[in-house]
C-alpha cells in the first residue's frame, strides 16, 4: 500500500495539518496525539518528504534561483557566485532549500517562469539579472510569489531588489581619477541591453559633467557582456577610434582585466600611459599586472540581505523594499598619479 500524509492522518483519527504539525515539531499537540501519530509513521514506514510538508502547509521550503536573460549571468562570474553562496548560507540557516531553474530550453516563446515556480510551489525567488531579459521576469515580478531581484529592479506588489549604489560607484572613480590628475577619462561597459551597465555609464557622464571634463564619444566602448574576453575586444576597438584617453573605467573587473591584455600586447604601459579602474573586487584582482584599483561591492553583505528581505517577504514582514549598498573604492596599481 503506498503510504501519504494521508494515509498517516486517516489511520491516526487526526487531520493532515495536525499530521504535518507533528512532523515540522510544533509544540502545541498534545503528547498523546504526537506519540500515536509517530507510531503509525513507525509501522507504516512513511518517511515525511517536502511534497508532504507542503500539502499540509502549504509551504515547501523551497526558494526557487533564477538567472534572468537570454544573455544570463551564470556560476562562471565570480560577483554572483559570491553573492549566490551568502544568500544560499543565509537561506540555510532560515529552512530553505535553493531550486535552480535552468533557461537554456522551456518554452517554445521564452521561459515561463512563473508557471514553473508554481509547478514547483517555490516559496519566493532570488532573480539575479543578466541582459535582455525575457518577458515572463515581469510576470514573475507582478505575480504573488515573493521575489527579490540582485541587480534587477523588482517593483510588484511582493517583490523588492537590492544592488549597489551605480551612481555612486561612478563619483567614486571619477573623484579618484580627478585626484591622481587624470582628466580625459573613458568607460568599458556590457552591452546597451544591461541596466547595471547603463548606471555605471549614465553616472560617470554625469559626474565628468560635474567635474567639467571632457565626454567623448570615442572612449565609450561596449563589450558583449561583463566577462574578460568583451573586455579585451571593447579595448581594441578604442585604439582603433584614435588616441586613447588617460584613463579608462571598467564596467567590471572581468572587462578590466580583458582591457589591460589589450593594452599589453599593444606594448601601452598601465597606469603609466592608460590608468585602469574596474568594478567588483574579485580575488583575481589582487593578481594582475599590475594589481587592479576597483571599487568593492560587498558581495556577502548582498546575499545576506537578499536572503533576510524574501524571508520577511515571504512572512509579510515587509511590503516592497529597495536597498542600496555602499560601495568602497579599492586602491592599487592600476591608477596611479600622472
Known sequence: ???????????????????????????????????????????????????????????????????????????????????????????????YDLLFFSNEKFHPVG????????????????????????STIQELDQSPIPCIGVDLRMTGKNSGYIMSDNEKISTKVIEHFYLQGYRDIGFIG??????????????????????????NPDWFVHGEDFYEESGYRAMKQMMKNGPLPRAVFAGSDL??????????????????DVAIIGCDNIDAAKYTTPPLTTVKQDKEKIGKLAALMLYDLISNQMNMSSVFVEPELVIRKSCGAK
Open 255 to 272: 572587462l578590466a582585466i580583458g582591457a589591460i591584455r589589450a593594452l599589453h600586447e599593444s606594448d601601452i604601459r598601465v597606469p603609466e
Open 1 to 95: 500500500m503506498s503510504v501519504n500524509i494521508k494515509t498517516v492522518a486517516k489511520l491516526a483519527g487526526v487531520s493532515v495539518s495536525t499530521v504535518s504539525k507533528i512532523i515540522n515539531n510544533y509544540s502545541e499537540i498534545s503528547e498523546e496525539t504526537r506519540q500515536k501519530v509517530l507510531d503509525i509513521m513507525a509501522e507504516t514506514g512513511y518517511i515525511p518528504s517536502n511534497s508532504a510538508k507542503t500539502l499540509a502547509t502549504k509551504k515547501s521550503n523551497l526558494i526557487g534561483v533564477i538567472f534572468a536573460g537570454k544573455l544570463n549571468i551564470d556560476f562562471t562570474h565570480p560577483f554572483f557566485v559570491e553573492v549566490l553562496n551568502a544568500f544560499k548560507k543565509q537561506m540555510g540557516i532560515l529552512g
Open 111 to 134: 521561459e515561463d517562469y512563473l508557471a514553473r515556480c508554481r509547478h514547483f510551489q517555490v516559496d519566493g525567488c532570488i532573480v539575479i539579472s543578466g541582459q535582455e531579459l525575457e
Open 190 to 215: 556590457s552591452t546597451t541591453h544591461s541596466e547595471i551597465s547603463s548606471l555605471r555609464e549614465q553616472g560617470l557622464i554625469k559626474s565628468l559633467q560635474d567635474w567639467g571634463l571632457p565626454v
